[in-house]
């Protein structure tokens, strides 16, 4: 593995940045766009934007965005509800949706992938399908898929033989047999008890469980401080505790619950092997904490001819093979510039 050469940020100092950015793009084009307190009042401020009377929308580059309008299943995308716009939203008027947030992964990837340069319409560009390792180029992105995960137990029909219940667990890309996870400014992968991951059909087939990655849990749960919030919906039994660095205090009680870490991960690539698919996660080069998270769930797969089709790719890496238009818009949105080779360390 090679070690990360960009400086370690964390998801509150990116999301900080991010919105930063926005609000000065904001101001000097002229956007619409609006400034969202967030669900507490200590959050900091975050920039939402809206489609405006010249066809624009701040959050989108011009051209993807273009792409976009013209698609539908692409445009129902952008109607995706922001889980905290109830309580949060800047405006009684505006009910903005997830990719109107300036920190919206979702938002980035599009940004990306419905871009011409990148899909012409048909097919991916050659740079991006080699990079990504997409053996068959002519592919249309499917954003939101759902491949329905496999438990262990059977839900029994009243006319039919028992069929097997799946999960909701929702994949960010579809590009044919390649499954992609996008995150940029998310606390962390989420972490769940134990009994949670044992639910599904085809863990030990993939993981070796007594290496998957576990914390002490020293706090009562409470929901993460993601940007994106909607994969918790459909799993109602999530544990979503925030875990804690380190060890517990002196004074922390004796036999304090054991949680797994990287519960979204584990369940993206069970839902790789249940369809016989790839899996790449997309996050910022920044991120350190993410890249560890994701190579210790990697560590745990025991399938080695499984684990040479899960990978992970930054922004950054994917930069170099895009456009240099789509370039110049990640860099002053997202502060994403193409990664440079250092060299092996």
């Known amino acids: 593995m090679t070690k990360p050469v960009t400086p370690s940020w ?16 904001a101001r000097t084009h002229n956007l619409l766009h609006d400034i969202s307190l ?10 939402v934007f809206g489609h405006d009377d010249q066809g624009r929308h701040g959050n989108f580059d011009p051209d993807s965005y273009a792409n976009i309008c013209a698609n539908p299943a692409w445009l129902r995308r952008l109607s995706k509800p922001h889980t905290a716009s109830r309580r949060s939203r800047a405006r009684k008027d505006w009910q903005w949706h997830e990719l109107d947030s300036a920190i919206s992964s979702d938002a980035l990837l599009m940004n990306i992938f419905c871009h011409p340069s ?4 048909g097919a991916l560009t050659p740079a991006v399908a080699n990079l990504l390792g997409v053996v068959d180029p002519f592919v249309t992105p499917r954003f939101g898929f759902t491949p329905g995960v496999p438990l262990k137990q059977l839900r029994k029909g009243r006319t039919r033989l028992p069929s097997e219940l799946t999960d909701q667990t929702e994949i960010d890309l579809q590009l044919n047999n390649l499954f992609l996870e996008a995150k940029l400014t998310e606390s962390n992968f989420q972490t769940a008890a134990p009994h949670l991951i044992e639910r599904y059909r085809d863990l030990e087939a993939v993981f070796d469980i007594t290496r998957l990655p576990k914390r002490t849990r020293n706090t009562q749960p409470v929901r993460p401080q993601i940007e994106d919030l909607s994969q918790l919906g459909p799993d109602s039994e ?15 009680p004796k036999n304090l619950p054991t949680v797994v870490d990287g519960y979204q991960l584990i369940r993206n690539v069970l839902a790789a092997y249940a369809s016989d698919a ?40 994917l930069s170099t093979a895009l456009p240099e238009d789509l370039q110049q818009f990640l860099r002053t949105k997202y502060g994403i510039a193409p990664a440079v080779d250092h060299g092996a360390e």
């Open 118 to 121: 990148v899909f012409n319409g």
């Open 10 to 25: 964390s998801a509150s100092l990116l999301r900080r940045d991010l919105n930063a950015r926005a609000h000065h793009l």
């Open 238 to 252: 999530v544990d979503a505790t925030i875990p804690i660095e380190g060890h517990p205090g002196p004074n922390a």
């Open 38 to 47: 967030g669900p507490k009042s200590e959050n900091d401020p975050a920039v």
């Open 278 to 317: 790839s899996f790449c996660v997309l996050c910022d080069a920044r991120r350190h904490d993410l890249i560890e998270t994701w190579y210790a769930v990697l560590s745990a797969v025991h399938s080695l001819t499984f684990a040479t089709r899960l990978k992970l790719l930054t922004w950054q890496e």
